[in-house]
């Protein structure tokens, strides 16, 4: 049976953030459900990786906050949607959803948004400009959190006739499944990560910047060396430094200054992040600020992995505490050190339970599959 749903997605860039991947996976789930998927973004890493022959991919610099490019972007898509016969644009940015209200007004088209993140603002003019996140038909929050921010914050500009929900991100929990790894593929990134013993591995994924806690967490990983004894364990960092240059070295003083060179790597990325959890005995989010959905920690239980996250934002929908993670004080780092301790000191079968009730928390959850079809679902009610 064909259908007449047409998907146009527009996103800033195709790179490997939670947005990102989720328009990436919806864009081909769409055409196994005789659906027409297209996306338009600036560019990105991820883009190589698209079906062409599923996939309609157009470039358009939507990246961009200049209001005369935001323009400029409006009317090309309006001709995209008038020559592809688009029935739903879903925006995934700011910059990129003036462009596409503007283009599905005028088109009378149907506009969908997803809220990704706490956007920050300080005065009337920046809330006017987060606001378009909420001016489309159907708005999508990530996580229960974000449905609770867009409330207190733009309570004004919701409109009561158009549709809210919350939508969970997910991830694909075939990917992140600890029994597709080898033994000699984890000996290879271990051998690249130069440890060689049998010490246990404390793994912080996450982009280098303040607000994802690694100063906080470096605190905490002396007050567990102090604790358990010198070089008790390693730990990777793991994240690109993006150019902030200045923030890294600041982190490698503190490193320096607390003695914990020889314990400590920094790891600029992995391409296989599957296989990074796979070797790792616990897995860290530190973040200062609240996470909108938090990545980490889902791919962490879905791996069989402890999690320790702090205790704001989406960590607090996506772990239950004591059961399939341990959630501390958020900006306490003391209070991750005792997590951090309690973890290494948990007997194996405490661990292996607590890593199969992870997993099955997020096979029930926030699997890709249930976050594409609810996706589907929702573009489907809009048009009929």
């Known amino acids: 049976m064909s259908s007449n749903l047409n998907v146009l ?3 800033p860039k195709l790179g490997y953030g939670g947005a990102e991947t989720g328009c990436y996976d919806i864009a081909h789930f769409l055409p196994e459900n005789n659906c027409k998927s297209y996306i338009v973004t600036s560019g990105g890493e991820l883009t190589k990786f698209i079906d062409k022959k599923k996939v309609k991919l157009i470039r358009l610099p939507v990246h961009s906050k200049n209001p005369l490019l935001i323009l400029i972007n409006s009317i090309i898509l309006i001709a995209i949607i008038l020559i592809f016969n688009i029935s739903v644009v879903h925006a995934r940015s700011r910059a990129p959803a003036w462009s596409c209200l503007f283009a599905t007004k005028l088109t009378r088209r149907k506009f969908v948004t997803t809220f990704h993140g706490t956007y920050n603002f300080r005065g009337r003019l920046k809330k006017f400009y987060n606001s378009v996140m909420v001016r489309s038909d159907l708005v999508i929050a990530g996580s229960n959190f974000i ?6 914050n733009y309570q004004e500009f919701l409109n009561s006739k158009k549709k809210f929900l919350v939508i969970f991100r997910g991830i694909n929990v075939d990917y992140f499944d600890p029994s597709t790894k080898i033994e000699t593929d984890e000996k290879k990134l271990l051998n690249e990560w130069n440890i060689t013993d049998e010490k246990k591995i404390i793994l912080m994924p996450g982009r280098l910047t303040s607000w994802k806690g690694q100063e906080l967490f470096i605190e905490a990983i002396n007050l567990v060396k102090i604790e358990l ?8 960092i793991l994240g690109s430094d993006q150019g902030r240059n200045s923030y890294k070295e ?3 003083k503190l490193i320096e200054k607390y003695n914990l060179t020889n314990q400590v790597k920094f790891k600029d990325h992995c391409k296989d992040m599957a296989l990074a959890y796979k070797v790792s005995d616990i897995i860290v989010s530190a973040s200062i600020e609240p996470e909108a959905f938090g990545r980490v920690a889902v791919e962490a239980q879905s791996m069989e992995k402890i999690i320790i996250a702090s205790n704001i934002g989406g960590s607090n929908e996506t772990i239950l505490n004591e059961k399939t993670g341990l959630l501390f004080e958020s900006g306490d780092a003391r209070s991750l050190s005792k997590k951090i301790i309690q973890a290494m000191t948990m007997d194996e079968t405490s661990l292996k339970l607590m890593g199969k009730e992870g997993r099955k928390n997020i096979i029930k959850k926030f699997n890709v599959e249930k976050m594409c079809f609810s996706t589907y679902s929702e573009y489907k009610r809009l048009l009929n």
């Open 9 to 11: 997605q527009v996103i």
């Open 250 to 252: 600041k982190l490698i």
């Open 229 to 236: 004894g010198y070089e008790a364990f390693h730990v990777v």
């Open 147 to 152: 449905f609770s921010h867009i409330q207190e």
